[in-house]
């Protein structure tokens, strides 16, 4: 249930509404905008039939909420979330985010290359593998702790935060100690333990779409996380299984307006896992970009034929520099601050 303050209310009034609906049971949401202050009712809605909502002092109107999901949905919060990761970048304000870096954490030498080379030509963050969902049990399957030290390495040098996936509840402390931002991959995206052991965390939360779920089910699971407390998840669209095998995964595209027209989050995609080759990759950023996504991350590798995963579809430092330059235009043309490359790489370039 949503209920729409009138314009000018008071602070008291507002704790009164407050107060008789928790009262009830239920939890409130306060989202303030410019003229009103809506307030998210979440819990037992029918409970809210026992009090006269609309005789409370400052209450305008009072709607029942259609959607499942509550606290990432736009009625609940109308405007734009703008999620701070690391010290300076932002995704979701405007910005093209970039987040780049290799499929896994292979060794120091390979990460610290690959950090120069992204952060040089302008990306926001650091990605990299510490722990790798495989779908053999015998494929290399990440460094580990040691993984998230040379992440944390790569960002003292470089001063790009770093995302980095988190498998387990049993690892949520251990990866929150190292990483900016804690990624949920696709195979884990209804790992519900998972996801509420996230939400008592106070970090950013990047949560990919599964490889079959629907977007409600994707939201449902970004609900999850925040109704736990944490509000701060950035959403993923990978790609999804699909009848079509030209493409590792299909890209869908349509999912991105559809997820700004629902939700109030920021929304990333992920063109490398999506089409699984590194020619495709380009072209499934532009489109992504054009479609309205508020940033992309890609896997970047320094020898991609050498890379113990997802080689075929990374990117060498040069292929990224490209894409970064060719991403300009269709940044622009969505009304998005395209990425700059820092000053002293520009002069060195
Ligand atoms: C990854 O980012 O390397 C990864 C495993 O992605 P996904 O969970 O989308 O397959
Ligand atoms: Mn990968």
Do not use: W
Not at 198 to 213: E, M, T
């Amino acid at each position: 249930m949503i209920i729409t303050t009138r314009t000018g209310i008071t602070e008291a009034e507002l704790d009164h509404i407050r107060e008789r609906v928790e009262a009830l049971g239920l939890r409130t949401h306060i989202s303030r905008g410019e003229h009103r202050t809506i307030v998210g009712c979440i819990g037992d809605e029918a409970l809210l039939q026992e009090v006269p909502l609309r005789a409370i002092p400052g209450v305008e109107s009072v709607t029942p909420v259609q959607k499942p999901y509550k606290l990432a949905s736009r009625e609940f919060t109308p405007g734009r979330s703008r999620v701070r990761i690391g010290d300076d970048a932002v995704i979701g304000g405007g910005d093209l985010a970039v987040i780049a870096g290799p499929c896994s954490v292979e060794g120091r030498e390979m990460l610290m290359e690959t950090a120069r080379a992204v952060g040089s030509a302008g990306a926001s963050a650091l990605r990299g593998g510490a722990f790798k969902p495989r779908s053999s049990p015998y494929a290399f399957r990440g460094k580990g702790e040691e993984g998230l030290r040379l992440l944390a390495e790569a960002r003292a040098e470089t001063g790009l935060p770093v995302v980095t996936e988190v498998m387990d509840t049993r690892q949520v402390e251990l990866v929150a100690e190292y990483a900016d931002v804690l990624q949920v991959g696709a195979r884990n995206m209804q790992n519900f333990s998972l996801l509420s052991e996230l939400g008592g965390i106070q970090r950013p939360v990047l949560l990919k779409r599964g490889l079959s779920a629907t977007v409600t089910e994707l939201l449902m699971a970004a609900e999850y996380i925040m109704s736990c407390g944490n509000r701060d998840v950035i959403l993923c669209e990978r790609g999804i299984r699909t009848f079509e095998t030209s493409t590792r995964n299909t890209l869908d595209v349509a999912a991105i307006p559809v997820l700004k027209a629902e939700t109030h989050l920021p929304v990333v995609v992920d063109p490398s896992h999506a089409g699984g080759l590194a020619h495709l990759v380009a072209p499934l950023a532009f489109a992504a970009v054009a479609a309205g996504a508020d940033g992309l991350i890609v896997e970047v590798h320094p020898q991609p034929e050498e890379a113990l995963s997802d080689g075929e579809q990374s990117l060498t430092p040069t292929a990224f520099a490209e894409l970064m330059r060719r991403i300009v235009p269709f940044a622009e043309a969505a009304g998005l601050r395209p990425p700059r490359a820092p000053a002293g790489a520009r002069e060195a370039a």
